[in-house]
C-alpha cells in the first residue's frame, strides 16, 4: 500500500468513527428528550426498489417538510436521513429511540414561523408495506398519519429487487433459480416474525422476497383496513419518474401543503443488470394478473403498467 493510499484509508476510517460516535451521541440527546419530539405526520411505506430514495429526498426539497434530527449539516453524511425501519426491524428499541429521530416541537414551531406555513415531518422505509406487523404498529402509535405508497411495475420490482441483491454479492442464484428458491426460502418467515415479535429480524422475509414483495395488495390492505384509503395516497413508480414535480406536488397536496413549484428529476439506487428472459417475464405477468386487478379494485384506478 502507497503511503498516499494508506493515508485516505485512514482520513476514511476516522469519518466512519466520527459519523458513528456523532450518530450514537445524537440518539442519546434525542433519547433524553424524547416527550419534546413530535412523532412523524407521513410515512413513505415501500415499495422496495419502487423509487422510495428519490421521492423522499424529492419532498426534502419541500420547503413545508422537515428534516429529520439530526440535519446532515450536523453529521459528516452526503444525505439526510431517509428511514427509521422502526415499525418493521427495530420495534424492539422503543418509542423513544423512535422520537429521537424527529425534531423538536420547538425547532417545528421556528420553522412554521420562518415560513409562516405549517410544517410536517415524515419518513420512508419501505419494507413496512410488506412487513406483517408494521401498520398495526403504526395505528397504534400514530393513527392519524398519511400514508404514501409509490409502486412500480411488479416484474420490474421483482427484477430489480434481485439485481440489487445479486449486485451486492448478496444473492448466489440467478434469476429464475431465486424466484425458483422463493417459497422454500420464506416458509414459515412471516409466522416467526409474528410469533417471536418484536426481536426477530428475518433476511430472507426482506431480501429474498423477490415475488412476495410484487404483490402489493395483500399490504396495502393490511394498511387500509386500519388507516381507510381516504388516509393512504398510492402513486405509481412510472407516473413518477415520467413528471417528478407533479408527483411531489400531489404528495404535497395530499399531506395539506402547498403545491411546490420545483425543478427535480433523477433517479437515485438504480439497480442495472441485463435485460429478462421473456417467457420468464410473460410468466411473471401472468402470475400477478390477479393481484394487480386486485389491488386496481382498492385504490378505485387503473394503473401504468396494466
Known amino acids: 500500500m502507497t503511503p498516499s493510499a ?8 476516522a469519518k466512519r468513527l466520527l459519523m458513528r460516535t456523532g450518530s ?5 440527546i434525542g433519547s433524553a428528550t424524547a416527550d419534546l419530539r413530535p412523532l412523524p405526520d407521513f410515512l413513505l411505506i415501500g415499495t422496495k426498489r419502487g423509487g422510495t430514495t428519490s ?16 440535519s446532515a449539516r450536523f453529521l459528516p453524511k452526503a444525505n439526510e436521513t431517509k428511514g427509521v425501519h422502526f415499525f418493521d426491524s427495530f420495534y424492539g428499541k422503543g418509542m423513544r429511540w423512535y422520537r429521537s429521530y424527529m425534531p423538536t416541537a420547538g425547532s417545528r414551531a421556528r420553522a412554521e414561523r420562518r415560513l409562516g406555513k405549517p410544517v410536517v415531518v415524515g419518513e420512508a422505509s419501505p419494507y413496512y408495506l410488506f412487513h406483517p406487523l408494521a401498520a398495526a404498529r403504526a395505528y397504534a402509535a400514530m393513527p392519524n398519519a398519511k400514508i404514501v405508497a409509490l409502486l412500480r411495475d411488479p416484474v420490474e420490482r421483482t427484477h430489480s429487487h434481485w439485481k440489487e441483491r445479486r449486485r451486492s454479492n448478496a444473492e448466489p442464484l440467478d434469476f429464475a433459480e431465486a424466484l425458483a428458491a422463493e417459497e422454500q426460502r420464506l416458509a414459515g418467515e412471516e409466522q416467526r416474525i409474528i410469533a417471536e415479535a418484536p426481536h426477530y429480524i428475518s433476511y430472507p422475509h426482506e431480501q429474498q422476497s423477490y415475488v412476495a414483495q410484487s404483490r402489493y395488495v395483500h399490504g396495502l390492505r393490511r394498511w387500509a383496513d386500519l388507516y381507510g384509503m381516504e388516509n393512504i395516497l398510492v402513486l405509481a413508480s412510472e407516473d413518477y419518474y415520467a413528471d417528478q414535480p407533479a408527483a411531489v406536488a400531489t404528495v404535497s397536496r395530499f399531506l395539506g401543503l402547498d403545491a411546490p413549484d420545483l425543478e427535480i428529476g433523477g433517479h437515485l439506487n438504480a439497480a442495472p443488470g441485463g435485460a429478462m428472459d421473456p417467457e420468464l417475464r410473460k410468466r411473471l405477468q401472468e402470475g400477478f394478473a390477479e393481484d394487480n386487478a386486485a389491488l386496481e379494485q382498492l385504490i378505485g384506478r387503473r394503473l401504468p403498467w396494466q
Do not use: C, H, W
Open 55 to 70: 421521492l423522499y429526498y424529492d419532498l426534502l426539497q419541500v420547503p413545508q417538510i422537515v428534516t429529520m434530527f439530526p
Open 6 to 13: 494508506g493515508l485516505k484509508n485512514s482520513v476514511s476510517t
Open 24 to 28: 450514537e451521541a445524537f440518539r442519546v
